[in-house]
């Protein structure tokens, strides 16, 4: 063990002459991350799957150039209107999806003491599951129109309303792709949601009370309860969209009685809470990172448990805010209206809380907190763009506008997506042994920070002055030419910020400086343990009296439980 | 640590920078001018007449009014808690970063404050109740209007990618184009015959959904006579971008002409007889009515008053004779996807028909 | 060694720590809950609503014998796992053959239940918004019952095989606890189906 006073090692540096990688010839190297149920391995494909979709889901690019200027041709209506579709379902499902269970799996055994996941064959059953339901998914651009007539990419929107996935007017079997490849990911989401909880509450190590354990355990845990309560409607409701299409059932046949509001709301009883499940990861890396580079405990750790439990159970109360334009009546709508603003009151109490934060400390500007930073000013604007959204006779113009696009993309981008390269700038050291560069970090994040405000800031406007979402093209004369064309400017800088993060990481992969067990000088248990860590995590189970054990190893004379 | 612009561009930076400011003119309004230069340029390359741009700002009817005061306050709360909030953030961001001198020990560690908790917590508890009430009662005021007896009564029945407008007191079937009275409530009711779609025209009203299987319903009180922008509000398929809305506000005068026109069958003339065999023998009249003909095909628009329109193909093109006979051509050429198919007429066949059509005014 | 561990090994774990297969299966049981929870929530939104053919009223026969050996399987597999949880490996394979028996019977009986009402009454999944609803809720209830019965088949395998032993009754009690869950499910169905919508 070495001397050092600030952490033991409890992940100890044992060499085993089997973990040497140069002694693997290339097959065993792939073969041991195929079969493997280590939590730390598939927490990683996981998150490596979820970032090759993320350059997939640049098909946003083509939409783009597109949309560009009036009346071009660039794409054909038909491919326009699959690439919208493919984009939001890539996005959500394979992207979002993926790296935050990933990133949970990598974590979240790590920082409670544990050795792996509660089921760790489960654990790999749910990724190629979730894998599985990707590729199938994307086989559809390849299963194309003229081959034996099999169907193509899925054109219904990626919440695919009723009766337009109907046989009738969704003829082929894209929408089979797009209702099968979600539900197999589905499966996967349960499965891993599963394992996550039992892990989280059957083996914390000792000491560590529900109370003592990171905030990023709390909110895994929450996320995946949401989980199980919200994936399970959309498979239900995609059950019946089966039936429909292949057993002549008539749950959205509205010849025959069935209802198209009815899908809506099974598809937003899922879709609501599905979002947030998106961002509360997202929460939790700001509650790890924020403190670390402000050197600072987080601000009102109960109170943040307890809004994540608020925005939990409410989230489950607002779907309907996603259908104020279908007839529900007065009362309906005034319902959710009361419901989507009082979730906004949880939430705006975790953006002052990481001020609360901030505030007092001593601020370092490393990728990983410019990139907090950038979040908490866009997950701002995202909620008051939300509580605006929820002002429902408002919402009746700005509804499937632009103005929409705007709000969520401020969300999945501004909010999810900067916290996960935030996330992948902080622990990718803790994983792969060596620190990503800043030089291209910062380069990385201008570029994206600016492209993203020149896209999305002009798409508020051209929401508000009328443009309707998932339109191919425009008239000229309705005043959006000029607004559209800086959106699309924008984009050739967030691709340019993103081929920077992919050198960024290749290089660093082999190049970047070694890491060592505790880069960033921060207090959780993965920072305890060998980077990369062992494959059993800690050589000794340690046991912990505070929330931040490695503070209080480190300020001996002044630890964290004689003030928690 | 400020470092000297020691490059070449630094310097010649520096030297615009000075000589703009020689002129009095700060640097932040080159840029506003230019802005607006641009958007002038551009707005004036697409022939943009501003009055028909559909602006949820510029409201033009009593619902949009509504819906606009309520999303002034909305703004405004929202704006004000943007300003302190980002405003709290920026000065942490700089009041409390690491200075260079800085003694490498932890700052005091707070681990939360009740008061504070409390406060932030009940502030934005107000600010919704304020918010959520304004808001219910802006929702009664729109959606349950009460109807007057003078108001004008529509019904709208939304296509795969074309609107229905039918007037059940006038008589009047029309597609695409509508036309009511101003200064006086219309009332719609909104109904699909296949998809969900939306009906949304910014100026005059929020958009509310034509679901299959419901009849939802709206209104609208156009303040000016003119000619009103919008288009179907939710994806319906692969033409929902080109399935576009046209409201014309007409003076009492007006409306009544156009009343009068509409209502009235269309006129058999000899000189186009020949258009009108090859119309009724064609596939035609399976979609399409003409009234006062055997033609009574529901599917598609009804044409009795085609050319009394202003477009064809719900927005695709201007109408014209000369637009009509290759809209008729090749259909998917303009609107790819269209269900109306390409008939493959002769050309003598279609000039007859051409000309046949170019009577329904 | 550091000073975390060194003070604080020899403290008794106070914390009360479940085990994870019943955590695990809990979590399932929440998920199918909502999977169900939809079905019958479409179930009763579309009650009335048919635009023809049959009603429930016209159609459905209590099926009182089904439920009452589908609910007594729960009383079995209760006597199973405590059977085996001292040690009696015997009486715990019989209660478990009991117990796959009674669920075998409802499910015969809920097939015969169908045809009668596919080839007598003429109600398939098409006929009409009752239909679809009838069969697509009733069904996914069967089909977890057939996962539960395979999962128990497995297990009597294993039992007739001399390789269940009293360690092994964590994991019965944890199955047992999926096939109380579809026990529970088919009350609500029950419910809804035969006394609500009738």
Redesign the interface.
Known sequence: MNGTARTGDLGGTIPLASLSATEKTIFDQIHSWVVTVDHKKLGLMYIMYGLLFLVVGLEATLIRIQLAAPNLHVISPQAFNQLFTMHGTTMVFLVGMPIIFGFANYLVPLMIGARDLAFPRLNAFGFWLSAFGGLLLYFSFIGGEGLAGAGSAPDVGWFAYAPLTARAFSKGHSTDYWILGIMIGGFGSIATAVNIITTILCMRCRGMTLTKMPLLAWMNLIMCGMVLFAVSPLTAAQIMLLLDRFAGSHFFDTQAGGSAVLWMHFFWIFGHPEVYILIIPSFAFASEIIPVFSRKAIFGYPVMVGATLAIAFVSLSVWAHHMFTVGMTSVGNTFFVVSTMMVGIPTGIKIFNWLGTMWGGKLRFDTPMLFSIAFIFQFLIAGLTGIMLACAPWDWQLNDSYFLIAHFHYTLVGALVFMIFAAIYYWFPKATGHLLSERLGKWHFWLFLIGFHITFDTMHFSGLLGMPRRIYTYEAGRGWGLLNLICTVGVLFQVAAVFIFIMNVLRSLRKGKTAGNDPWDAWTLEWATSSPPPEYNFAEVPTVKSRRPLWDIKHPTDPDWKYE | MQSQPSSRRCQRAEQLKASACSFLIPPWMLWLAMAVV??QG??A??????A??????APESAP?H??SH??GL??A??GA??LV??G??IF??IR???RAN?DGT????????GP??AA??TV??LI?IV??LT??R???E???AHKPDTALDVQVIGH?WWWEFRYPKLGIVTANELHVPVSQATFLELRSA???H?F?V?RL?????L????V??MWIEPERPGLF??????????????M?LRVYADTPEDFARWVKQQAEPSESNPSVTAGKWVFEQTACINCHAVGGTVADGRFGPDLTHLMSRDTLGS?ALTNSPQALRAWIKAPDQFK??VLMPAMNLSDSDLDQLVAYLATLK | MNAATATASLEPDSRWIPSKGVVGMTCLIIAESAIFTIFVVAYLYYLGKDLSGPAPRQVLELPILNTICLLSSSVTITFAVRSLRVGDTKRFSAWWLATIALGAYFLLGTGREWARLIYDKGLTIQTNLFGTTFYSLVGLHASHVIVGLLALLVVLAFALAGSVKQEHAERAHVLALYWHFVDMVWIVVFTVVYIVGR
């Open positions: 641009l958007q551009v707005l390359a697409e022939r943009t007449n501003p028909l741009i559909p602006s949820t700002f949009a509504s819906i309520l999303a909305a703004l709360i929202t808690i943007f909030v980002a709290l953030l942490a961001v409390f970063r690491r800085d932890e700052p005091a560690q707070i681990y939360g404050s504070v908790e932030w917590t934005p508890f919704v918010l959520s808001t219910a802006v929702i009664q729109v959606q349950d795969q296949d998809v969900v939306s949304w910014p009203a929020g958009k509310i959904d679901v299959p299987n419901k939802n319903s922008l919008g288009q179907c509000g939710t994806y319906c398929g692969t033409q929902h971008a080109l576009l927005g790819p996807g």
